[in-house]
């Protein structure tokens, strides 16, 4: 029995969602926490995967979960999964933004303008 079209799509979000993630939280390098922390002096990280989502890291656990719902082919389980990590994960934005605003200010809010928060070119 071979794997399913959905099945290779849901392997290949997985994967792709785990190597965003993985290359954001490289990316940030020592600015990377799992708690709220501004460090001193922390600069504004907006080149690399932070050049077409604010969040990419979030991106990146989103699709891998998105991933995984679709693997389970049941759709009671896909939304049991999906709503509310995506819930938490809205939150979570929610508070770091608020949190990043307050530290960088307009440099931040010229920031948002100008790049999503999770999806490139929409959202």
Same mark, same amino acid.
């Not at 792709?16 to 709220?36: C, D, E, P, S």
């Not at 819930?87 to 508070?95: D, E």
């Not at 990043?100 to 200010?105: C, R, T």
């Given at each position: 029995?071979?794997?399913?079209?959905?099945?290779?799509? +849901? %392997?290949?979000?997985?994967?792709?969602? @785990?190597? %965003?993630?993985?290359?954001?939280?490289?990316?940030?390098? @020592?600015?990377?926490?799992? !708690?709220?922390?501004?460090? *001193? @002096?922390? &600069?504004?990280?907006?080149?690399?995967?932070? +050049?077409?989502?604010?969040? $990419? +890291?979030?991106?990146? /656990?989103?699709?891998?979960? %998105?991933?995984?719902?679709?693997?389970? @082919? *049941?759709?009671?389980?896909?939304?049991? %999964?999906?709503? $509310? #990590?995506?819930? /938490?994960?809205?939150?979570?934005?929610?508070? &770091?933004?608020? #949190?990043? !605003?307050?530290?960088?200010? +307009?440099?931040? &809010?010229?920031?948002? &303008?100008?790049? $999503?928060?999770?999806? $490139?070119?929409?959202?």
């Amino acid at each position: 029995m071979g794997v399913s079209s959905v099945g290779r799509l +849901s %392997i290949l979000l997985i994967i792709f969602g @785990n190597a %965003i993630r993985y290359l954001a939280i490289k990316q940030l390098g @020592n600015y990377f926490t799992v !708690k709220l922390h501004i460090q *001193n @002096n922390q &600069e504004l990280i907006i080149n690399g995967l932070f +050049s077409y989502v604010r969040h $990419p +890291s979030y991106t990146g /656990v989103i699709m891998s979960f %998105i991933g995984l719902a679709f693997l389970l @082919n *049941n759709n009671y389980g896909t939304f049991a %999964i999906i709503l $509310p #990590v995506i819930s /938490v994960f809205l939150y979570r934005i929610y508070v &770091e933004e608020k #949190v990043l !605003k307050a530290y960088f200010g +307009s440099q931040y &809010e010229k920031y948002q &303008e100008r790049v $999503p928060m999770l999806i $490139p070119r929409l959202w």
